[in-house]
Nanobody, 125 residues
Framework: VQLQASGGGLVQPGGSLRLSCAAS????????IGWFRQAPGEEREGVSC????????HYADSVKGRFTISRDNAKNTVYLQMNSLKPEDTAVYYC???????????????????WGQGTLVTVSS
């Protein structure tokens, strides 16, 4: 299983970025893909997740109303649209894939089986 995260970069406060997570090499009919982030010296934090079966989603309180997760099953790709970015959103963003029951405790990293390499998002003027 491979997850390729991309789309990070440097953006000014208030700006937008769209992250992509392309998944390959798995045969699970149903799964959950989560986005996590980790700032220097901080714990890895769950940002959002989406189910492949019914597109149900979860968001961390800190990003609700600003971030939107979506999926394209035909491309096995999940997107994270990030708007109104703040300096505190600066982190390495990771995507991860897990079984359907990962949704129950979606913010727990250990519930996911495979991780992408991370993409750096820097929000700064």
């Amino acid at each position: 299983v491979q997850l390729q995260a991309s789309g990070g970069g440097l953006v000014q406060p208030g700006g937008s970025l769209r992250l992509s997570c392309a998944a390959s090499g798995f045969t699970l009919p149903y799964y959950v893909i989560g986005w996590f982030r980790q700032a220097p010296g901080e714990e890895r934090e769950g940002v959002s997740c989406i189910s492949s079966s019914d597109s149900s989603t979860h968001y961390a309180d800190s990003v609700k109303g600003r971030f939107t997760i979506s999926r394209d099953n035909a491309k096995n790709t999940v997107y994270l649209q990030m708007n109104s970015l703040k300096p505190e959103d600066t982190a390495v963003y990771y995507c991860a894939i897990g079984p359907p029951w990962a949704m129950e405790k979606w913010q727990v990293p250990s519930g996911y089986d495979y991780w992408g390499q991370g993409t750096l998002v820097t929000v700064s003027s």
